[in-house]
């Protein structure tokens, strides 16, 4: 007799107390059972001799830009490259999507969207912008995962930035609809006025002039000042993309004082580093941008801390066209990796660095669904919980390739 849907046999559980070798049955879309050499049989047996089993891993951070702008990437491909690279849940941010996420109207036109073609599970982050705090009960009411604002320009003319008072009264908002808000941490005065300089230097610009433009100060003051918002507010808040230890000191120290805040940070940051800028331009460039060494080891230390809350990949594709302009400051600012998430934290994490498979699955999974709530069903490899998994090869290794 059939006794389930699914059986795993003989993987390796990465769990949250360590590995474990056992069997994992599925019935539905739900684990039914976890044991060694589990008794019955199934529809579909996998054989996961040599393999690990991971949860699912929740990317917290992806642009998938639909609808209205899907050439430069929709649903349907996003989520395939989210499912090749181990990703079973997505969260998508309210821009580049035209109209970009603010209200009733424009949810239900990017779930319609995404619900037609998305091969992952999926939720939508609602925009924090100047105009649309009347729209947030709303966004909230119909599911909205929180609330995405930017304190510096967005480079989306119909996503604008969000100001201290936006900010401010946004994030009471929240707190009294029990959302969280995360914020691009970024001081756009100090941004702006550099990139300015630089453009009117006369001088020929080159990546690293774009990177000057945009200082670790500038990412600790907006950090900081988030925080001091989400202080007086009670708001829960998560500061996205952190690229420093520093900044992640800054999360911490809040933390211990009793303000509920968390961060995230992104595989680019802990594989590479402004001395890969030009090797790697055009597809480098993001914001914020890649940082020293020394930032770089120093964010590593966060990590294995446990600091560091989560990692995203902040998935940011564009058309091949808008990757071409010779002016820096023009080049779109994305990094397109949510595929290669999982991949690229076993190879620099745990490979190279020795961060523990268990540490990896919380950082990916379990420490993701908590935060957002969708503990018990998602995030850990449980009984009664979705079937979400990763079947990975450790001894496996792969070239990335501009084709993938």
Same mark, same amino acid.
């Given at each position: 007799? @059939?006794?389930?849907?699914?059986?795993?046999?003989?993987? $390796?559980?990465?769990?949250?107390?360590?590995?474990?070798?056992?069997?994992?049955?599925?019935?539905?879309?739900?684990?039914?059972?976890?044991?060694?050499?589990?008794?019955?049989?199934?529809?579909?047996?996998?054989?996961?001799?040599?393999? !690990?089993?991971? &949860?699912?891993?929740?990317? *917290? !951070?992806?642009?998938?830009?639909?609808? /209205?702008?899907?050439?430069?990437?929709?649903?349907?491909?996003? $989520?395939?490259?989210?499912?090749?690279? /181990?990703?079973?849940?997505?969260?998508?941010?309210?821009?580049?999507? +035209? &109209? &970009? @996420?603010?209200?009733?109207?424009?949810?239900?036109?990017?779930?319609?969207?995404?619900?037609?073609?998305?091969?992952?599970? %999926?939720?939508?982050?609602?925009?924090?912008?100047?105009?649309?705090?009347?729209?947030?009960?709303?966004?909230?009411?119909?599911?909205?995962?929180?609330?995405?604002?930017?304190?510096?320009?967005?480079?989306?003319?119909?996503?604008?930035?969000?100001?201290?008072?936006?900010?401010?009264?946004?994030?009471?908002?929240?707190?009294?609809?029990?959302?969280?808000?995360?914020? !691009?941490?970024?001081?756009?005065?100090?941004?702006?006025?550099?990139?300015?300089?630089?453009?009117?230097?006369?001088?020929?610009?080159?990546? !690293?002039?774009?990177?000057?433009?945009?200082?670790?100060?500038?990412?600790?003051?907006?950090?900081?000042?988030?925080?001091?918002?989400?202080?007086? @507010?009670?708001?829960?808040?998560?500061?996205? +993309?952190?690229? $420093?230890? #520093?900044?992640?000191?800054?999360?911490?120290?809040?933390?211990?004082?009793?303000?509920?805040?968390?961060?995230? @940070?992104?595989?680019?940051?802990?594989?590479?580093?402004?001395?890969?800028?030009?090797? %790697?331009?055009?597809?480098?460039?993001? *914001?914020?941008?890649?940082? &020293?060494?020394?930032?770089?080891?120093?964010?590593?230390?966060?990590?294995?801390? =446990?600091?560091?809350?989560?990692?995203?990949?902040?998935?940011?594709?564009?058309?091949?066209?808008?990757?071409?302009?010779?002016?820096?400051?023009?080049?779109?600012?994305?990094?397109?990796?949510?595929?290669?998430?999982?991949?690229?934290?076993?190879?620099?994490? +745990?490979?190279?660095?020795?961060?523990?498979?268990? +540490?990896?699955? *919380?950082?990916?999974?379990?420490?993701?669904?908590? #935060?957002?709530?969708?503990?018990?069903?998602?995030?850990?490899?449980?009984?009664?919980? =979705?079937?979400?998994?990763?079947?990975? =090869?450790?001894?496996?290794?792969?070239?990335?390739? #501009?084709?993938?």
């Amino acid at each position: 007799m @059939t006794a389930y849907d699914l059986l795993v046999r003989g993987g $390796t559980l990465v769990t949250a107390d360590g590995p474990l070798a056992a069997d994992l049955a599925i019935s539905g879309e739900v684990i039914a059972a976890i044991g060694p050499e589990l008794s019955g049989g199934a529809t579909t047996e996998i054989d996961a001799g040599g393999l !690990h089993v991971f &949860p699912g891993v929740i990317d *917290a !951070h992806v642009h998938f830009n639909e609808p /209205g702008r899907s050439e430069w990437e929709g649903f349907a491909s996003g $989520t395939r490259a989210l499912a090749a690279g /181990g990703s079973t849940c997505c969260f998508e941010m309210p821009l580049n999507a +035209h &109209p &970009p @996420t603010l209200d009733a109207a424009s949810f239900d036109l990017k779930r319609a969207a995404a619900g037609a073609v998305a091969l992952v599970d %999926f939720a939508l982050w609602g925009g924090l912008v100047p105009g649309n705090l009347d729209q947030m009960d709303e966004l909230a009411e119909l599911g909205a995962i929180g609330f995405k604002a930017f304190m510096a320009a967005s480079g989306i003319e119909d996503f604008p930035m969000a100001d201290d008072l936006t900010l401010y009264q946004g994030m009471a908002r929240a707190a009294a609809l029990g959302l969280l808000v995360a914020v !691009h941490a970024e001081n756009d005065q100090i941004t702006a006025a550099l990139a300015r300089r630089a453009l009117t230097s006369g001088a020929a610009l080159t990546p !690293h002039d774009y990177l000057r433009s945009r200082p670790v100060i500038a990412e600790l003051e907006a950090i900081a000042r988030a925080i001091l918002f989400a202080e007086e @507010t009670g708001c829960r808040l998560h500061i996205v +993309h952190v690229s $420093t230890g #520093r900044g992640v000191a800054l999360v911490v120290a809040a933390r211990q004082r009793g303000v509920n805040v968390t961060c995230e @940070t992104c595989p680019h940051y802990l594989v590479l580093s402004e001395d890969d800028i030009e090797p %790697f331009w055009p597809w480098a460039k993001c *914001a914020p941008p890649l940082r &020293p060494r020394a930032d770089q080891d120093e964010l590593w230390e966060r990590v294995f801390d =446990d600091s560091v809350d989560l990692i995203a990949s902040d998935h940011s594709p564009a058309p091949p066209a808008m990757k071409q302009d010779p002016n820096p400051f023009q080049v779109w600012g994305g990094i397109a990796g949510c595929q290669h998430l999982l991949p690229l934290l076993l190879d620099a994490g +745990h490979q190279r660095r020795g961060l523990p498979l268990a +540490h990896i699955a *919380a950082l990916t999974a379990g420490n993701v669904a908590e #935060r957002f709530g969708l503990v018990p069903r998602k995030g850990h490899l449980l009984v009664g919980a =979705d079937a979400d998994l990763a079947l990975v =090869d450790l001894a496996a290794s792969e070239t990335i390739e #501009r084709e993938q």
